[in-house]
C-alpha cells in the first residue's frame, strides 16, 4: 500500500489525552454506535436551465442556429444570396410554418445560397462525422439539388458534398460530412445547384458522435460530465424560463415533445434579462424536450425533478397581479401538471404514456416528485400552489410536491412561503441562495434548528458568489465547507442542487455556473469537483461528529460531517480547512475495532484561493486520490490550509 508523505496515518493505542496536541490540533469523534438519519439517494443533485446557451448552443448538440426558420426575423442567423424567400404555404409542420425557397439566381455566373453562422461559430473536429438532414422539396418536375460546404472564417472551402432533391412532396434527406480538419468558427453554405427551385425546411447538422449516438443527440462531453458527477436529482427545466417574462413565453412542456421539427419555438428570457449580456439570437428550440431530458436523467442515474408553471409569470418582472393566471383559471395548468405525471409514468394505454412509447420509452421514467413553481412567493402564489396540491394528492396521493420559498434565504416572505408550505403539506421545500462566501461560512449551521416535523428542504439553486463572481476555488471551498451542513442534517435537508450548471464562455449571462464550454471543450469548475466529491461520497446515514460535543461548523476555519454507506459498508468523512493554517486532525472513531482497512483520501486544494479552471488551463484545481491503509480505531491526518478532503474506510 503506497505511502503518502504529507500524510501521517498512525495506528493509536493511546487515547487523545496523550496525543500531541497543539493550537493547530482537532481532536474529532466520529460516533459509528449509533446509526443516524438516512441520506436520500437524491440528496446531492443537479439543476439545468437553458440559460448561458446551456441547451441550443450547449448540451443540445444542434449546430444549426434557427434550423426552422422560426426566429421573429426569420432570417437570423442566416446570410441569404441569390434568390431566397421565406414563405409559409404548404407548410410540412403546423407549429414552425416557415421554410425558405431557393430558386435560380437568373444567370449561370450568379448564385443563390445561404450561410448559417451556427451558435458563436460551428466548431468540427477533424476526421469527426457530422449529419447533415433537412426537409426538403423540389418544385417542378425535374430533380432539384443543394450543395454543402463548410467554410473557415476566410471563406475557404474545406468540405463540399453534394445531395439531389427528387421529390416534389416534403421529404426528409440527409447526408454524413467528414470533416477534413479542425476548425473552430466555420459556417456551414448551401448553394442551389439546379435551375429548378427548391424548398428546404429544419435544416440540421449533428455531430454523429453524440451521448449515447442518438441522431437528437446531446454533446458528449457535456453530458458525461453530468454522468460523472454522480447526481442524485435532475431538476429541470429551469429557472425562471419556466415562468416566462409573460404568461405566453413560460415553458410549456407539451410543446416540448413530439417530433423535434414540429416542437414550438419559444422566446429564452435570458436573451434581455441583463441588457449587458443582451443576447438578440437566443431562442428555445425545444430540441432537448421533456423526453429527452427525462431520458438523460434516467442516464445519469437521477432521479427526474420537472418543474412546472404554476400559472405566474415572472414575479420581479410583473408587478401587476394581472399578469398572471387568475385563480379560477388555474385548471388548464393544473391539467398539464397532471397530464405531465401521465407523460413520466402512465401506462401505455393512456394518453400520454402512448406518447412517451411513441417516442421510444414505453417503461415508466418513475417520477416521484415535481416543483409547482420556480421562485415563487406571497399569497399570489399560496392561493396557486393551494389547487395544485388538491388536486395532485387526490390522484397521486404519494407523489411529492415541492413548493417554493421565494428568491430569498430568510426575510418576510420567506417566512410565509414556509407557513403556507407547511399549513399546505408541501413534502418539499424549495430554497435559492447566491451568496457570499462569508454568508456560506456563517450559515453552516443553518438547518441545524429547522422544524423537523414539517416539511423538507430543497436547496434548489445555490452557489457562492464571490466578488468577482467567477468560479474560483474559494467560492468552491466555501460551499464544500456548507454543504457539510447539509449532510448533518440530512433529517431535514432532503435534497440540493448547485446553480446554474452551464455556460459558454462566449454566451453567458449569468456565473458563475458549475461547467463551462465552447464549442469543442468543456472544463469542470473547482465547484464541479466539490459536488462530484458529495455526489460520488453521499452514504446512507449520518453518523454525529463532533469535537469537544460539538459540532464541526466553523471553529477554528474547520467543518467537518461523516456518514455511513451501509450498502457499501464504507465509513465517509467530509472535512474542510478554511484557515491559513495546516491542521493536525486526529479521528476516533467510537465502534470500531482495531483492524486493517483500505481507505482512500481525496484533497481539493489550492494555495490561490482565486485560481479558476479555464479551457485553457482545466487543471488548476483538480481532486488527488491516494490509498492506504488505517489500522486502528483512530485516524490522524493533516490537512493543508484551505483544502477539502474526503475520506472513505471500508469497513
Ligand atoms: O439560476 C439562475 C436563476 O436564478 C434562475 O433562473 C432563477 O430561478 C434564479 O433567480
Not at 405 to 428: T, Y
Not at 625 to 636: L, Q, R, V
Request: hydrophobic share 35%; glycine share 6%.
Amino acid at each position: 500500500m503506497k505511502k503518502i508523505g504529507f500524510l501521517v496515518v498512525l495506528a493509536f493505542s493511546l487515547a487523545f489525552g496523550t496525543q500531541v496536541v497543539s493550537a493547530q490540533t482537532h481532536n474529532i469523534q466520529v460516533d459509528l454506535k449509533k446509526v443516524g438519519s438516512p441520506i436520500q439517494k437524491t440528496m446531492y443533485g443537479i439543476f439545468f436551465e437553458d440559460i448561458n446557451y446551456g441547451a441550443d448552443g450547449g448540451l443540445y448538440a444542434e449546430m444549426i442556429k434557427n434550423r426552422s426558420f422560426e426566429f421573429p426575423q426569420s432570417l437570423l442567423g442566416w446570410t441569404t444570396f441569390g434568390n431566397v424567400e421565406v414563405r409559409t404555404d404548404g407548410a410540412p409542420f403546423t407549429n414552425n410554418p416557415h421554410y425558405v425557397r431557393l430558386s435560380y439566381a437568373g444567370h449561370n455566373d450568379k448564385q443563390t445560397g445561404m450561410d448559417n453562422e451556427g451558435f458563436f461559430g460551428i466548431a468540427v473536429k477533424q476526421n469527426a462525422e457530422y449529419r447533415f438532414s433537412v426537409w426538403a422539396r423540389t418544385n417542378g418536375d425535374a430533380n432539384s439539388g443543394i450543395r454543402i460546404e463548410l467554410i473557415d472564417p476566410e471563406s475557404a472551402i474545406f468540405l463540399s458534398q453534394k445531395l439531389t432533391v427528387d421529390s416534389k412532396e416534403w421529404k426528409k434527406y440527409q447526408v454524413i460530412l467528414k470533416s477534413p480538419r479542425t476548425e473552430t468558427k466555420a459556417r456551414l453554405r448551401i448553394f442551389l445547384t439546379s435551375k429548378n427551385s427548391l424548398d428546404l425546411e429544419h435544416v440540421s447538422l449533428f455531430p454523429v458522435d453524440t451521448w449515447k449516438g442518438r441522431e437528437n443527440g446531446l454533446r458528449k462531453d457535456l453530458a458525461q460530465a453530468l454522468y460523472d458527477l454522480h447526481p442524485g436529482v435532475f431538476r429541470f427545466p429551469g429557472g425562471c424560463i419556466v415562468e416566462g417574462t409573460d404568461l405566453n413565453t413560460r415553458y410549456q412542456w407539451k410543446n416540448s415533445v413530439g417530433p423535434i421539427e414540429n416542437r414550438k419555438l419559444n422566446e429564452n428570457r435570458w436573451e434581455y434579462t441583463f441588457p449587458q449580456r443582451f443576447f438578440p439570437d437566443y431562442y428555445q428550440s425545444y430540441g432537448m424536450g421533456f423526453f429527452e431530458l427525462f431520458q438523460l436523467s434516467e442516464e445519469i442515474g437521477a432521479e427526474p425533478l420537472p418543474v412546472v408553471s404554476c400559472g405566474l409569470s415572472c414575479q420581479f418582472q410583473n408587478k401587476d397581479p394581472k399578469a398572471h393566471v387568475a385563480v379560477n383559471e388555474l385548471d388548464p395548468y393544473i391539467q398539464d401538471a397532471l397530464d405531465l405525471i401521465e407523460f413520466a409514468n402512465g401506462d401505455i394505454t393512456t394518453k400520454w404514456g402512448k406518447l412517451r412509447a411513441d417516442m421510444g420509452h414505453p417503461a415508466s421514467f418513475n417520477l416521484k416528485q415535481m416543483a409547482v413553481g420556480n421562485e415563487q412567493w406571497g399569497s399570489l402564489y399560496a392561493e396557486r400552489l393551494e389547487p395544485f396540491v388538491k388536486a395532485i394528492r387526490a390522484k397521486y396521493p404519494t407523489f411529492k410536491i415541492v413548493g417554493s420559498s421565494g428568491p430569498s434565504s430568510d426575510g418576510k416572505d420567506f417566512d410565509f412561503g414556509w407557513s403556507e408550505m407547511k399549513r399546505m403539506k408541501a413534502d418539499l421545500v424549495d430554497e435559492h441562495y447566491y451568496k457570499d462566501p462569508q454568508w456560506f461560512l456563517a450559515n453552516a449551521n443553518r438547518y441545524d434548528n429547522y422544524d423537523r416535523k414539517g416539511p423538507k428542504v430543497f436547496a434548489g439553486e445555490y452557489a457562492c458568489h464571490p466578488k468577482n463572481r467567477k468560479n474560483n476555488f474559494e467560492s468552491a471551498l466555501c460551499e464544500a465547507a456548507f454543504m457539510t451542513g447539509f449532510e448533518r442534517n440530512a433529517d431535514v435537508v432532503y435534497q440540493c442542487t448547485y446553480a446554474p450548471l452551464f455556460a459558454h464562455v462566449q454566451g453567458w449571462q449569468w456565473r458563475p455556473d458549475l461547467i463551462w464550454f465552447d464549442n469543442l471543450r468543456s472544463v469542470k469548475s473547482p465547484n464541479y469537483y466539490v459536488q462530484q466529491l458529495y455526489g460520488m461520497n453521499v452514504g446512507t446515514n449520518v453518523l454525529t461528529t463532533v469535537e469537544n460535543k460539538l459540532p464541526l461548523e466553523g471553529q477554528e476555519g474547520i467543518y467537518a460531517s461523516s456518514a455511513l454507506d451501509k450498502n457499501k459498508n464504507e465509513l465517509i468523512l467530509k472535512i474542510a480547512n478554511m484557515s491559513d493554517l495546516k491542521k493536525q486532525i486526529n479521528y476516533e472513531f467510537a465502534g470500531l475495532k482495531k483492524a486493517d482497512r483500505q481507505a482512500t483520501l481525496t484533497s481539493l486544494s489550492s494555495e490561490n484561493p482565486d485560481v479558476e479552471n479555464t479551457l485553457d488551463k482545466p487543471l488548476n484545481v483538480t481532486p488527488k486520490t491516494s490509498a492506504m491503509t488505517i489500522n486502528d480505531k483512530y485516524f490522524s491526518f493533516e490537512l493543508t490550509p484551505k483544502s477539502f478532503y474526503v475520506v472513505v474506510i471500508k469497513l
